[in-house]
T-cell receptor
């Protein structure tokens, strides 16, 4: 089944404890991105990657890191999480860049930082 | 800068009644518009999109949206809703400026269908 998977689905952590949220897709997509969803703000893009070893900042990159060493994986790293990073995170992927390429979203990771 | 406004945060409606979810956009470049649906505890799924051509676009489950350039709107409609349509609906405008493949989302509208 073609899908985007994220792990973990739920995570409660404490301020300053490094964490990684994994994202993997099995559709051979070149483009991957991370969004965060907050009440009243909709979804905002954090980082994106056009291909392996190519990443760039989205609208809200502060406090996050990403890497793209393999085509299928695009982990989101929070080196020192803070409470304002409590949010619902979505990974997305598409075959290419452009309006004709549908973006597929993962199921989401709900992160709480205390 | 491109932006999307969804004026209604929640729309309660009775089953089998018609519904309209409003979306207005701001874009200075080519307009690509999308509606995504998020069912409880799930990720977003593409419902329908407007890229070019016919201004009326339809989904497989009875929703439709009309691109209105003069009113900068892309409202989502369904003539008769079901309980299973209860979900959050996000309107988005696409920003595909070469290196980016970004969707700019509205704040979402929760459609609550009551029996």
């Amino acid at each position: 089944e073609a899908q985007v998977t994220q792990n973990p689905r739920y995570l409660i952590t404490v301020t300053g404890k490094k964490l990684t949220v994994t994202c993997s897709q099995n559709m051979n997509h070149e483009y991957m991105s991370w969004y965060r969803q907050d009440p009243g703000l909709g979804l905002r893009q954090i980082y994106y990657s056009m291909n392996v070893e190519v990443t760039d900042k989205g609208d809200v990159p502060e406090g996050y890191k990403v890497s793209r060493k393999e085509k299928r994986n695009f982990p989101l790293i929070l080196e020192s999480p803070s409470p304002n990073q409590t949010s619902l995170y979505f990974c997305a992927s598409s075959f290419g860049s452009g309006p004709s390429y549908e973006q597929y979203f993962g199921p989401g990771t709900r992160l709480t930082v205390t | 800068a491109q932006s999307v406004t969804q004026l209604d945060s929640q729309v309660p409606v009775f089953e089998e009644a018609p519904v309209e979810l409003r979306c207005n956009y701001s874009s200075s470049v080519s307009v690509y518009l999308f509606w995504y649906v998020q069912y409880p505890n799930q990720g977003l799924q593409l419902l329908l999109k407007y890229l070019s051509g016919s201004t009326l676009v339809e989904s497989i489950n009875g929703f439709e949206a009309e691109f209105n350039k003069s009113q900068t709107s892309f409202h989502l409609r369904k003539p008769s809703v079901h309980i299973s349509d209860t979900a959050e609906y996000f309107c988005a405008v696409g920003d595909f400026d070469g290196a980016t493949n970004k969707l700019i989302f509205g704040t979402g509208t929760l459609l609550a269908v009551q029996p």
